[in-house]
């Protein structure tokens, strides 16, 4: 467990968390590293989807994951055995990061020399959803055994981010999980939000999903 | 969709969650209304549990079901459907219930003729187990698809709890999920918590969660 730095973050003083996160993302634009904020359900495969990512990003970029618990090191551990700089960051008790805490957790890491570090926040398809987190791009992952009815049932998740990710494909046979009915209910909640069918278990998938993230920084840089 | 009530409720402004709790409790009691919090993640299957208990329980108690949910009415829907008294309550965006929203709710069935009124809290791990709805027991519900490594990463959901039910073990086979490890993950974070294995789906198990039921229910009005 020695490898593993655990940062314990507050909750911001700063009233206007908005203003405070638009403050973070000029400062990351300037040092030209890019926050991407990774959110669902717990459960939901955060951990092993950036796991399988990871083989894909390398090479193409400098990277590092921040993962974001209520307690263990459990998600930090895992990165950091596949080779991924990891820190671990414990929001005592908090359901969700916000700017600031978002912060606390980037000044352990040497983002100058980053291009790129994904914050996997709280597993949590409410709280997470409120607050932004500096970050240039929003994720979500839905997984199969979820069901294809959460766009209903926790719309401003939905409405925040960017890209959808539907993760475990691969036991779409075991449950009653309408691939068509998801994206339908996701687009009624943003009709922008882009859709990726994954299985970070098997890989099928994941290829697209880099290239969104590769490309995602790249144009973020010009 | 008419047939479905739709209760919008507002958080309490009572400064201490704990006493109002207690207060309803002690109301609930004198009725011989015993009251159950239902608490997961997102997609654990807390409806198709409540679904599969409704046949148990046919007939053994007068019952309703409060579905909590920040927006649609896809749950009280599905129950109502199934013949179970139902309501709906929308959070107003709000991540939990505290005690005032759970009575608002109350305040639309007749409790006076229920022996038992489960509560399905919104679909999250963090925030309703900070919340004591008033409720006699609580139940919290881990499916096998999210891991067994929640108790290590969500403390208090499984501190507060009475009962962990594991669900979907019909998929045991997909996934990698240590049964005994789970057992032992929760027991850390509370040795007095039951645990129950089951498949809404096929039903297996869900004889001993409706007897688990039953029998808090009986036990409460002794």
């Not at 083989?55 to 590092?64: C, Q, S, V, Y």
């Not at 890209?163 to 449950?175: A, G, S």
């Amino acid at each position: 467990m020695e490898d593993i730095r655990i940062i314990e973050v507050k909750q911001s003083v700063f009233a206007d968390n908005d203003a405070d996160a638009q403050r973070l993302r000029d400062q990351l634009k300037q040092e030209k590293t890019f926050l991407l904020n990774l959110m669902s359900s717990p459960g939901s495969g955060k951990t092993t989807t950036l796991l399988a990512l990871a083989k894909e990003l390398e090479g193409k970029l400098r990277w590092a994951v921040m993962e974001a618990d209520i307690d263990s090191v459990v998600d930090a551990k895992t990165m950091e055995n596949a080779g991924v700089k990891a820190i671990q960051i414990h929001t005592g008790g908090m359901c969700h990061l916000d700017a600031d805490m978002t912060r606390q957790g980037l000044s352990c890491l040497d983002t100058s020399e980053l291009d790129l570090v994904i914050l996997e926040n709280v597993g949590n398809l409410v709280c997470p959803a409120e607050f932004d987190t500096g970050a240039v791009k929003n994720i979500t992952i839905l997984s199969v055994p979820e069901g294809d009815d959460k766009p209903l049932k926790y719309p401003l998740m939905y409405e925040t981010c960017d890209l959808l990710v539907i993760n475990k494909i691969d036991v779409l046979d075991y449950f009653d999980f309408d691939c068509e009915k998801v994206v339908e209910y996701a687009k009624m909640r943003n009709p922008e939000i882009e859709v990726l069918f994954v299985s970070a278990k098997t890989g099928e998938g994941i290829g697209e999903l880099a290239s969104w993230v590769v490309e995602a920084v790249k144009h973020w840089n010009c």
